[in-house]
């Protein structure tokens, strides 16, 4: 499995991003099943959902929806009471680190779930010992 980050989901779906088309060439290969299902979380999407509707209009936001209803693959996890728990914990214990909550739940998620690897271009992933794709991010 592979975690699917709001920055990855914003890269594929902002016709102007600059990571766009490294985006669309690594989501081609999740989608062919090269590292596993796809996974994400209501917290990612949420904040995936406000970001492209803040920044680039309703159009790319009706894109994700219907890739999410589309896809056979893309897993979507719900954060539930206990890992909203831990990730407030998670947070509060990296007093150095700036990670965002949405961020910490991302973590909790990966480690309760096993997922070593994050499609993302947030370094806080790398920071937080997690394997980033594409590779070199950090």
């Known amino acids: 499995m592979i975690f699917v980050d709001t ?3 914003f890269a594929l779906l902002c016709e102007d991003s600059a990571q766009r088309p490294e985006a669309t060439s690594a989501f081609a290969e999740i989608e062919k099943g090269r590292f596993g299902a796809p996974v994400t979380t209501d917290y990612v999407l949420d904040e995936t959902f406000t970001l492209l509707r803040q920044r680039v209009g309703l159009t790319p936001v009706a894109r994700l929806s219907n890739l999410l209803r589309e896809s056979p693959s893309i897993r979507r996890v719900r954060v539930s009471e206990a890992v909203f728990d831990e990730s407030l914990k998670l947070m509060l214990s990296h007093a ?3 990670w965002s909550f949405t961020d ?3 973590f909790v998620t990966m480690r309760e779930t096993h997922i070593g690897r994050a499609f993302t271009w ?8 997690f394997e980033v794709l594409p590779a070199g991010r950090s």
């Open 7 to 9: 920055s990855a989901w």
């Open 104 to 106: 910490c739940t991302s």
């Open 122 to 129: 947030d370094h806080n992933f790398a920071e937080a010992g």
């Open 96 to 98: 150095d680190k700036k």
